[in-house]
Structure formats: C-alpha cells, structure tokens
C-alpha cells in the first residue's frame, strides 16, 4: 500500500513538473536572449536583448579579422552617430559602437578598461555622456544590463541563471510564449514584445530605428502622429542636480590615464535631450578639468540642437540628422 502511494506521488509529481521541464528545453533550444549559443547576427528578434552583451559579443566575433581600433561608447543615443559617418573624421580607422542599455559610467569603464587589458589599440572614441550615465556606479546583474561575461568575468553560470530567471518571470514567460505560439501581437505584450525590430550590422554594431522608415514614408506628419512622446518643455529648463563626486573622479580619471596610455584621439560628447534640461555646471567643470577641455562638447539644455523637433524620434533619442551635425561641429573645432 505505502508502494503505491509513493507511485502516485512521484506520477502526480511528474505530471505537474513536465510543463517545466518542456520549458526549459524550449529555453534551451530557442535561446530567446540569445546568450547561450554565439551568432554571427542579432537582428530580427521579437525582443529587446541585452544590448551591451550583443555588441560586445559582436566585437569578439570580428575581432581578429577586423582589427578594430575605434570605439562609440555610451546608451542608446549612441544609434546618432553611425561609423559610417564618424570614420569620415578618422584615418583608416576600424570602429565599432559598444553600446549598452541604459549605460552606465560603470559600464563604460569596464569596457574601455577591458581593451587595454587585451592590448587593443585605442586610437579614437566617441564617448556619449549625460546625468543618467554620469550618475550610475553600480554593478548590475539584470538580465538586461548585466555585463558580457568577458568583461565582467562573471561566472557563466552566475551569468546565464539571470536570463533563466528573466525567462520564467510570468511578466515575461505569458506574453513571450504566447507571441512565438500564436504570432500574434496583443496589448498587453507591450513592453515585451517588439514588432519593429533594428536592422543591425553586425561588424560594426551600427542600428538603424525602424521609425527611420516610417519618417521616410510620413515626412512631417510623423511628429503630428506622435505628439504625444514629446511632452510639453518649460520656458526655463531645470539644470540637472550635481551627479560627478568622489567616485565618478576615480572612474573617470582611469578612463583618462587609459587614453593617455595609448594617445587616443578622443570625443566627449554631453547629450542633447528633448527636456532641454541641462547637465550640471558643476559637472561640466569637473569634466573638463579631468580631460581636455578642447574635447568636451555640451549638447545639452536649450539651444539649437534640441530647439528642432525633428531631431528626435522621441524625448530620450535623437537622429543620425542631428549626429551628422553634431560631429561636423566637433570635428571642425
């Protein structure tokens, strides 16, 4: 009798647990962020991925046939500034943008920290600043901007148990599967699901936003569609609050010494932004008593950049038409 109870247990137990297990061999197999097997492209995914893994999974892939020397670091709005345009400036440079989500300066020192330890010549960066990526110092192990394992030298199995976790997250999980089952788009999925995605070349890193084309197609009558992604600014745009201290000092300071070492040519750029809000002047001061004033460029606040709405896509990023300016500008001074 007590044989047959635990038959039916173990039976009541297999049956709850088969959904999982099939799970996770569909996880397994599809590899929805794209971190467990390498792939020579990343474009055309039904969600965001991890975009600081990508790119610098992308720089190892090419590495030793592309001989890269130029670097775009920074957030997203690093997508304004294509190398196609940025090499126009260099010399024979091979150039690459190493983006992340939402980045941070943590980020970025471990990056640029990480090409000088493999002895990679750093002969040009763009490097993109604002308040946001000023502020950020901590480590982060969300799946989404959690450091590629190189750089970080992050266990892998530390590292692949965040995007596990990510996957069967039911926020996550009900939507994704849902998508992939049916193909079908619904409401709720936003935020998860992306119906549009980048086309990404995948030596550089280069993106171009899908709304590119709807531009294209719409002219004016996309800022008419989308108003309401620009919120309404203030006549006198607020000044961020001082976000450079101790700590930023050291991190940038080591970002310095790092281009010192290998007599970079180097680009600081501080975002414009739709809000017109400006980076601190504290700030600004502190910058460019850390690095050469003559390479801190201040997009930011209210002038004639971000005057012109059809600069941006949205509040939080801006076209390739006001980067091309924007380098014009920098590379003239």
């Known amino acids: 009798m007590q044989n047959k109870n635990i038959i039916t247990f173990i039976k009541k137990i297999g049956v ?19 971190v467990i097997h390498t792939y020579r492209t990343y474009s055309n995914q039904p969600i965001d991925l991890n975009q600081g893994y990508i790119s ?29 345009l940025w090499k126009n400036y260099l010399q024979g440079a091979s150039a690459i943008r190493l983006n992340g989500n939402s980045e941070s300066l943590y980020a970025i020192h471990k990056k640029i920290k990480r090409l000088d330890e493999l002895g990679v010549p750093i002969k040009n960066i763009l490097l993109l600043l604002d308040h946001n990526t000023l502020r950020k110092l901590a480590k982060t192990n969300s799946h989404s ?28 999980l009900i939507p994704y599967v849902d998508y992939m089952v049916f193909g079908k788009f619904r409401n709720y999925m936003k935020g998860i699901i992306i119906t549009k995605d980048y086309y990404r070349n995948n030596q550089t890193n280069d993106i171009i936003n899908p709304r590119e084309l ?4 719409l002219g004016q009558s996309y ?40 007599h970079t040519n180097y680009q600081i750029i501080i975002n414009p932004e739709w809000s ?7 700030d600004l001061k502190q910058l460019k008593s850390l690095f050469d004033p003559g390479r801190i460029h201040n997009f930011s606040g209210k002038n004639q950049y971000t005057q012109n709405k059809t600069y941006f896509y949205e509040k939080n990023h801006y076209r390739p038409l006001l980067g091309k300016i924007i380098l014009q500008e920098i590379y003239k001074q």
């Open 16 to 34: 709850f647990l088969l959904p999982v297990f099939a799970l996770i061999i569909w996880y397994l197999n599809s590899d929805p962020f794209k």
């Open 56 to 84: 610098w999974q992308s720089y190892l892939n090419h590495k030793d046939s592309l001989k890269y020397d130029s670097f775009i670091f920074g957030n997203s709005c690093t997508m304004a500034y294509p190398t196609t």
């Open 145 to 172: 901007r959690i450091l590629h394992p190189d750089v970080s030298h992050i266990k892998q199995i530390e590292f692949q148990k965040e995007f596990m976790a990510a996957f069967f997250n039911p926020e996550f």
């Open 214 to 217: 709807e531009i294209e197609q």
């Open 223 to 262: 800022w008419d569609n989308h108003k309401k992604e620009f919120p309404l600014r203030s006549n006198k745009p607020k000044e961020y609050a001082q976000v450079i201290f101790n700590k930023q000092n050291k991190i940038l300071n080591e970002i310095n010494e790092i281009f010192k070492k290998h």
């Open 276 to 282: 017109q809000r400006k980076l601190n002047n504290l």
